[in-house]
C-alpha cells in the first residue's frame, strides 16, 4: 500500500461527458502528479502540482483540467471525453523533506476509465 | 523535451541475469529512475541515479553514465515474480519522464 488513494477505481462512461478523478496524497507529500496509462503508450506525464499550485504540465489536453486542493487532496477533471480517452490515471505523490528523494513518486493504484 | 528509449521486451530464464538499457535525451537532469509495474498495477520505485556509476540494491542494480546519455537495470538470479515491465524514467524539471517501458518475461 503506497498510501495514495485514488477514487473511483473504474469509471465507465459516454463520449462527450465529463468525470472527476480525485486523489488523496500520502500523508504529508506535497507534490502530486497525474498521468495517462493508454495500452499503447506508456505512462504520459499530464501536470504536477507542489503545495496547491502548478508546478509542471505535460501534454495535457485542454478538455483536461486538474487542481490542487488546501488540503492537498487533487482532482483531475475530464469533459468532451472522447473515446481516445480511455485509459488508466494514475496519480502520485512525493515528499522533499529530509530522507525523501525527489522523483521518488508513490503511484495510487489508478483509476480506470473507459468512454463507450 | 524527452526522448527515452528502452528494449520492448525480453525473455530470461529462472535464475538467470537480465540487463535492461535505457538510452535518454532531456533537456535537464536531475536523475535516472527505475520503476516496476506488474500488469494492471501501480508502478513501484525499484533504484535511481543521480551520479554516473553503479547503485546495488539487493539483486537489483542500476547504471548510470551521463556523458552518454545511458542507464541500466541489472536484474540478478531471475525469480518468476520478476516478470513485470521495467520502466526507465528521468527526472527533471519537477517531471518525471517515462519510457515506455521493457516488459521482461521469466520462464522456469
Known amino acids: 500500500d503506497s498510501g495514495v488513494t485514488q477514487t473511483p477505481k473504474h469509471l465507465i462512461t459516454a463520449t462527450g461527458q465529463r468525470v472527476t478523478l480525485r486523489c488523496s496524497p500520502r500523508?504529508?507529500?506535497?507534490?502530486v502528479y497525474w498521468y495517462q496509462q493508454s495500452l499503447d503508450q506508456g505512462l504520459q506525464f499530464l501536470i504536477q502540482y507542489y503545495n496547491g499550485e502548478e508546478r509542471a504540465k505535460g501534454n495535457i489536453l485542454e478538455r483536461f483540467s486538474a487542481q490542487q486542493f488546501p488540503d492537498l487532496h487533487s482532482e483531475l477533471n475530464l469533459s468532451s471525453l472522447e473515446l481516445g480517452d480511455s485509459a488508466l490515471y494514475f496519480c502520485?505523490?512525493?515528499?522533499?523533506?529530509?530522507?525523501?528523494?525527489?522523483?521518488?513518486?508513490?503511484f495510487g493504484e489508478g483509476s480506470r476509465l473507459t468512454v463507450l | 523535451g524527452q526522448n527515452i528509449d528502452q528494449p520492448t521486451e525480453m525473455t530470461a530464464t529462472e535464475g538467470a541475469i537480465v540487463q535492461i538499457n535505457c538510452t535518454y535525451q532531456?533537456?535537464?537532469?536531475?536523475?535516472l529512475f527505475w520503476y516496476q509495474q506488474h500488469a494492471g498495477e501501480a508502478p513501484t520505485f525499484l533504484s535511481y541515479?543521480?551520479?554516473?556509476g553503479l547503485e546495488e540494491k539487493g539483486r537489483f542494480s542500476s547504471f548510470l553514465s551521463r556523458s552518454k546519455g545511458y542507464s541500466y537495470l541489472l536484474l540478478k538470479e531471475l525469480q518468476m515474480k520478476d516478470s513485470a515491465s521495467y520502466l526507465c524514467a528521468a527526472f527533471n524539471d519537477y517531471k518525471l519522464s517515462f519510457g515506455a517501458g521493457t516488459t521482461v518475461t521469466v520462464r522456469a
Open positions: 502520485a505523490s512525493s515528499g522533499l523533506g529530509t530522507g525523501d528523494i525527489a522523483g521518488e513518486l508513490f
Open positions: 500523508s504529508g507529500d506535497l507534490s
Open positions: 541515479n543521480v551520479l554516473d
Open positions: 532531456t533537456s535537464g537532469f536531475n536523475g
